[in-house]
């Protein structure tokens, strides 16, 4: 489709450019923003997907109070939810527009270089046009801090070492490309973290084309950056899970780390309880549920953080957690115990029963506990 085609925008038809906004407390941006891109987009047919995931701040409020008077406003407001990468997909998904962009809901995206990015898909040009801040003419000057720039600059080249297409940018979150492409890889995709460009580049059957444009990027004036140490910790995880071809989950490695959490907090709280002078066995019972209490709630709040449990199911959750996690160990110990009795060396027979405890405890918890609802 040529960009010359992208008809006015009016009466006849749906838009024929969608731009999804995740958004996650950025009350103070929705308006200023459609602002911005109702004069870039003027002359042409589109909307803006706003997704958030209830926002305490009220973002949807503010996206309803726009939506109410433009019809080139939508919102997506999912309750219970948490991630930038799976709001993106759903704010795609629930678009029938020929192509999609998609960017930051903070106005560190320069929106001038929107077009710029829709007219380099709808020509043919690329599969994916991607914002780059490091390219000529390119700018990260907004990022918050020294420790941003370090944190950003390492992500990209570790991010490069896995990708096969070149890219100078590939941890943007601004880019657009044809919905088609996005919907036929969507089946694909991780969806967990931050990263959704990575993920599709990754998630493609076969490498797409791209064009970087050079784009700025702006310091945040209103509202707080979300990205923290479990984001990175995510961002590891999904080149791990897209690397080995899905054999290793992500949410497996998140649950294998928070585990070893768990392995610590067992040790740190036994051997304070001894202290106390209480004998060892009891000890190391209230070190196994000071563990099965920590690996739940770090579990919780990040491993499943988008099916995070509140309140009277969280109780629930927490018994049944229990539960799981004792049923394992106790195959942990009758299988080490029976390798063991078929002269496998004691390592073998431990390491047997501990990763098959794992595998159970992870099945059980991704399937009963923190199931999708
Ligand atoms: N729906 C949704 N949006 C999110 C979430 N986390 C971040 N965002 C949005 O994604 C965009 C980028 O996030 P931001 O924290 O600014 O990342 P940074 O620019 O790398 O510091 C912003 O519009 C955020 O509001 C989330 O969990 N859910
Ligand atoms: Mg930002």
């Known amino acids: 489709m040529p960009a010359q085609?992208?008809?006015?925008?009016?009466?006849?038809?749906?838009?024929?450019?969608?731009?999804?906004?995740?958004?996650?407390?950025?009350?103070?941006?929705?308006?200023?923003?459609?602002g911005m891109?109702?004069?870039?987009?003027?002359g042409r047919r589109w909307e803006v997907i706003f997704v958030d995931d209830n926002s305490p701040d009220g973002t949807t409020g503010a996206v309803c109070a726009q939506a109410a008077r433009k019809a080139y406003v939508r919102g997506i407001c999912r309750i219970g939810r948490r991630g930038l990468s799976t709001a993106v997909i759903e704010g795609v998904l629930s678009s029938s527009a020929?192509?999609?962009?998609?960017?930051?809901?903070?106005?560190?995206?320069?929106?001038?270089?929107?077009?710029?990015?829709i007219d380099a898909v709808a020509s043919g040009d690329c599969e994916v046009a991607v914002g780059s801040r490091h390219v000529e003419g390119g700018s990260n000057a907004g990022l918050a801090n020294a420790w941003r720039h370090a944190l950003s600059d390492s992500g990209i080249w570790l991010a490069q070492r896995f990708l096969p297409v070149?890219?100078?940018?590939?941890?943007?979150?601004?880019?657009?490309?044809?919905?088609?492409t996005f919907v036929a890889i969507a089946p694909r995709l991780s969806g967990t973290g931050f990263k959704i460009l990575l993920d599709l580049l990754l998630s493609a059957e076969k490498p797409l084309s791209v064009r970087e444009i050079d784009c700025g990027f702006r310091p945040r004036v209103a509202g707080e950056s979300?990205?923290?140490?479990?984001?990175?910790?995510?961002?590891?995880?999904?080149l791990l899970e897209k690397t080995s071809r899905g054999l290793v989950p992500l949410r497996f490695v998140a649950f294998c780390i928070v585990g070893l959490a768990g392995v610590g907090a067992n040790l740190g709280v036994m051997h304070l309880v001894r202290l106390c002078g209480v004998?060892?066995?009891?000890?190391?019972?209230?070190?196994?549920?000071?563990?099965?209490?920590?690996?739940?709630?770090?579990?919780?709040?990040?491993?499943?953080?988008?099916?995070?449990?509140r309140g009277q199911s969280c109780v629930?959750?927490?018994?049944?957690?229990?539960?799981v996690c004792s049923v394992g160990a106790l195959a942990d110990v009758g299988v080490a115990h029976l390798m063991y009795a078929q002269s496998y060396r004691v390592n073998e027979a431990s390491l047997a029963g501990a990763v098959l405890a794992v595998v159970w405890n992870y099945a059980m918890s991704s399937t009963i506990i923190w199931r999708t609802r």
């Not at 925008?9 to 407390?25: D, W």
């Not at 070149?166 to 088609?180: V, W």
């Not at 979300?226 to 999904?238: I, N, S, T, W, Y």
């Open 226 to 238: 979300k990205l923290d140490a479990l984001v990175m910790l995510q961002f590891a995880a999904l």
């Open 5 to 34: 085609s992208l008809a006015e925008g009016g009466a006849a038809g749906g838009p024929e450019i969608s731009i999804i906004v995740p958004c996650y407390n950025e009350v103070a941006n929705v308006a200023p923003l459609v």
């Open 316 to 323: 629930w959750g927490l018994l049944l957690f229990m539960l």
């Open 98 to 117: 020929q192509i999609v962009a998609v960017m930051d809901g903070d106005l560190q995206h320069d929106e001038s270089r929107l077009i710029a990015l």
């Open 279 to 309: 004998h060892f066995s009891t000890a190391q019972a209230i070190g196994t549920v000071a563990a099965m209490v920590v690996n739940f709630s770090l579990d919780n709040n990040f491993t499943y953080r988008d099916r995070r449990l």
């Open 37 to 42: 891109l109702e004069s870039i987009m003027a």
């Open 166 to 180: 070149s890219l100078t940018d590939p941890m943007s979150g601004f880019f657009a490309l044809r919905r088609e």
